[in-house]
């Protein structure tokens, strides 16, 4: 079955970094796209980025822009994403999320998640 | 870019009755190539990340049960669930794969009255 694994989180200071990882496995992982969503506490779903199956092509939300850069390691059957110069507004729990279809992007399968904290 | 709106931000409905969510976004979502409406709608319960409920505006995923459906085109859509259950209490968005930036609705929450 498909799984999606994040892992990365934790508290870390404004202006500082984390980079988020998420394990996939029970697909075949260079096939398709993913995503990262995140959802601030208490609040609704925003789209942070995607990255192409072969990681040719990459889109970012404005909010994140030049900040965060996505990637993949599709020999690890991995999904990254680099948070440089956090702000306390990316507080917030990040999930990964696969595509069902090529060129399509709505999520068949999300991560359970993992939350980043940005305080000082 | 496009902004997604649902109403109404919550609804109380009783079990068994019919309940209704309304998203409407800023420009049409439907894709000429294949004249379908580039629009999903999630269920997200307590703790939980969302679940797929309807893609392509009206099609069904696969395990979801039938009291749930989606319609509409263009920029107005709706999701109704005919005979509202215990466990449908959640947020639902609706959400657009039309153009990036990708986007969501604020959410709606469904609760039993």
């Known amino acids: 079955q498909v799984q999606l694994v994040e892992s990365g989180g934790g508290v870390v200071q404004p202006g500082g970094s984390l980079r988020l990882s998420c394990a996939a496995s029970g697909f075949t992982f260079s096939s398709f796209g993913m995503h990262w969503v995140r959802q601030a506490p208490g609040k609704g779903l925003e789209w942070v980025a995607f990255i192409r199956y072969d990681g040719s092509s990459r889109y970012y939300a404005d909010s994140v822009k030049g900040r965060f850069t996505i990637s993949r390691d599709n020999s690890k059957n991995t999904l990254y994403l680099q948070m440089n110069s956090l702000k306390t507004e990316d507080t917030a729990v990040y999930y990964c999320?696969?595509?069902?279809?090529?060129?399509?992007?709505?999520?068949?399968?999300w991560g359970q998640g993992i939350l980043v904290t940005v305080s000082s | 870019d496009i902004v997604m709106t649902q109403s109404p931000d919550s609804l109380a409905v009783s079990l068994g009755e019919r309940a209704t969510i309304n998203c409407k976004s800023s420009?049409?979502?439907?894709?000429?190539?294949?004249?379908?409406?580039?629009l999903a709608w999630y269920q997200q319960k307590p703790g939980q990340p969302p679940n797929l409920l309807i893609y392509?505006?009206?099609t069904r995923e696969s395990g979801v049960p039938d009291r749930f459906s989606g319609s509409g085109s263009g920029t107005d859509f709706t999701l109704t669930i005919s005979s509202l259950q215990a466990e449908d209490v959640a947020v639902y968005y609706c959400q657009q794969y039309y153009s990036t930036p990708y986007s969501f609705g604020q959410g709606t929450k469904l609760e039993i009255k």
């Open positions: 999320a696969k595509v069902q279809q090529q060129l399509v992007d709505y999520f068949d399968y």
């Open positions: 420009q049409s979502v439907l894709y000429s190539s294949n004249n379908k409406n580039s």
């Open positions: 392509w505006a009206s």
